[in-house]
């Protein structure tokens, strides 16, 4: 079952947090994240992208780098924009994509500490591989901070009790509620103070939550929890209890979590022209072009490739069905039955059939992590994106795909399987610097 624990969280006063909270450093590049931060000391990117206060093209691994990070985290507490609770609390966070809509769609987590040896045992669960590069890169942060400046996003199997609790939480004024500049996304977050909602909270977890899984932040579950490990094992004293046994997790119910699709764009069609590589794509998928001709159930009467107008991207529509934009025409393509496996929790995926039956036997693509003919698009820019880089010829063709499902990643988790790179794009982000989780 899963531990969380209350933490005393350091959090900016109302007035500045709204110039405070900022994205997570890994959606920015350097150049992004100084240009945000114009005429904004405030900002948490001074801390977690300290490179942008040293000269431009300075490489935000060196250690001038790391140094600023510590000199700008301090200065925040000096300055009074990180105070820290005098209790410990657990916290609710909530985000929405639409927060003007009367209609809005927003989703609770509950902010808390997690177990470190929980994800050494597997009770937090990972679907994706880390890379040790960057392991060690939020290691460094971690220990010079000695705090988790950025949260980590989980999901959990939705309990009914804890989602009564949540809402009687977020049933008062939020502590935050603002909308944020760079998106609009909305944010709240609202302060547990109760003693005995909070001991609830954490009795439900160890006994009604049997795992938590990584949703966002696989590089950051990891750094914290083998910092936790580092200082375990430094600590001749050590008996378990330590904060540094924990670290800060945002932590949503399966079940108000939104995935958006990952799409896929490549250079060239590997030496094939259009004929050729329609019929191999012919050999495990039905193809139906998308041209305007097709409108109001018309048909088109071109040979494949199509050479129609197509003036309305189309987008996927269930799982094994894909969108093909090519040449100025959107497609769509469905995988015939026989050609994967919906037993197998990786071989089900829309990302492993278009891996394997059109990127590798098709365009001849076999490592997506280091081919540099493929690049990838979150669904969050839209099709118009996909077509932009066709149409431009930086690109050759572009797929779509059906956005992965919670319960997949799920499936994948608990059976120890790790997903294909680029599967899953999680949107809101989590905003940075709304609670701060120091290790001692």
Request: include cysteine; glycine fraction near 6%.
């Amino acid at each position: 079952m899963s531990i969380i624990k209350p933490f005393k969280g350091f959090r900016p006063p109302v007035n500045i947090v709204e110039k405070l909270a900022s994205r997570p450093y890994d959606v920015l590049n350097s150049e992004e994240a100084r240009k945000e931060c114009e005429g904004n000391p405030y900002s948490l990117l001074h801390v977690t992208k300290a490179e942008i206060d040293l000269p431009a093209g300075t490489d935000e691994h060196s250690p001038e780098v790391y140094l600023q990070v510590v000199k700008n985290y301090n200065s925040f507490k000096d300055y009074g924009w990180l105070v820290q609770d005098k209790e410990e609390k657990l916290y609710v966070y909530a985000q929405s994509m639409n927060p003007t809509d009367a209609n809005a769609k927003w989703q609770y987590g509950i902010v808390a500490c997690a177990y470190s040896e929980d994800y050494v045992n597997k009770i937090i669960k990972k679907h994706e591989l880390t890379r040790k590069d960057k392991e060690e890169d939020r290691m460094k942060h971690v220990r010079i901070t000695n705090a988790n400046v950025e949260p980590v996003f989980f999901a959990y199997p939705a309990v009914d009790r804890i989602d009564e609790i949540v809402a009687s939480v977020t049933s008062k004024t939020p502590e935050y509620d603002f909308i944020a500049k760079e998106d609009g996304f909305g944010h709240r977050f609202w302060v547990i103070d109760d003693r005995a909602l909070i001991d609830e909270l954490v009795e439900l977890f160890a006994t009604k939550v049997p795992a938590m899984y990584i949703a966002d932040g696989h590089h950051r579950s990891a750094a914290a929890a083998l910092v936790g490990q580092e200082k375990k094992e430094h600590n001749p004293n050590h008996t378990g209890k330590e904060e540094y046994n924990y670290f800060m997790t945002v932590i949503f119910p399966d079940n108000q979590l939104n995935i958006i699709d990952y799409n896929r764009v490549v250079k060239d069609l590997n030496g094939l022209d259009g004929k050729q590589f329609f019929a191999a794509l012919q050999e495990n998928f039905d193809i139906e072009c998308k041209c305007d001709c097709t409108k109001d159930g018309g048909k088109c009467e071109c040979e494949l490739p199509c050479h129609c107008e197509s003036s309305t991207p189309y987008k996927p529509n269930k799982l094994h069905n894909f969108s093909m934009y090519f040449e100025g025409v959107w497609y769509s393509l469905t995988a015939k039955p026989g050609t994967y496996n919906d037993n197998d929790p990786i071989g089900v995926l829309d990302v492993t059939i278009l891996s394997n039956l059109v990127l590798d036997k098709v365009l001849g693509i076999k490592d997506l992590r280091t081919d540099k003919r493929i690049d990838f698009v979150g669904g969050i820019r839209g099709l118009g994106e996909l077509k932009r880089r066709v149409d431009s010829g930086e690109m050759k063709v572009a797929f779509a795909l059906y956005p992965v499902s919670m319960q997949q990643i799920i499936d994948i988790a608990d059976t120890g399987n790790i997903m294909p790179p680029k599967t899953t794009w999680f949107e809101p982000k989590l905003r940075s610097g709304l609670v701060i989780h120091e290790l001692a």
